[in-house]
């Protein structure tokens, strides 16, 4: 499975921006599909992610400011981020899991200005 990630940029605190994660080879083989993020110096942190039994998980920090979203047909998984605060500044990855193997996606820079 590949996954590519895309929508990061800039905005300022208050904005919203959407980013898309589309796999791509054995997509049948997914199970859970999510993003995380990382801070320099953290680690890698949920963000939110689909889960194998069509649950959602948020991490606290993003919870009702964030919504993930998946379309089967196109192989995407979307992450509408509205509201957007200066702590929010990072890079966040596109994940995809099946039991034991997970997947990564390259990292999408998203700024947020004060």
């Known amino acids: 499975v590949q996954l590519q990630a895309s929508g990061g940029g800039w905005v300022q605190a208050g904005g919203s921006l959407r980013l898309s994660c589309t796999a791509s080879?054995?997509?049948?083989?997914?199970?859970?599909m999510g993003w995380y993020r990382q801070a320099p110096g953290k680690q890698r942190e949920l963000v939110a992610r689909?889960?194998?039994?069509?649950?959602?998980n948020y991490a606290a920090s993003v919870k009702d400011r964030f919504f993930i979203s998946r379309d089967f047909a196109k192989k995407t998984v979307y992450l509408r981020m509205n509201s957007l605060k200066p702590e929010d500044t990072t890079v966040y990855y596109c994940?995809?899991?099946?039991?034991?193997?997970?997947?990564w996606g390259q990292g999408t820079l998203v700024t947020v200005s004060s």
């Open positions: 689909l889960t194998s039994d069509g649950g959602i």
């Open positions: 994940n995809a899991g099946s039991g034991p193997t997970t997947w």
């Open positions: 080879g054995s997509v049948s083989s997914i199970e859970t």
